[in-house]
């Protein structure tokens, strides 16, 4: 049920939010990045 999945979904968050949060922000620099030398070069 939901209520299963939520309790472990915020029993995993606290181990893998940072590692979450920089795979998703290296993501995002990485499409600016190419954006960039698309635009540019």
């Not at 995993?12 to 954006?35: E, G, M």
């Amino acid at each position: 049920g939901e209520k299963k999945d939520s309790s472990v979904y915020t029993r995993l968050v606290p181990v893998d939010n940072s590692l979450i949060f920089i795979s998703f922000v290296s993501r995002l620099r990485a499409k600016r990045t190419d954006s960039l030398t698309n635009r540019f070069f």
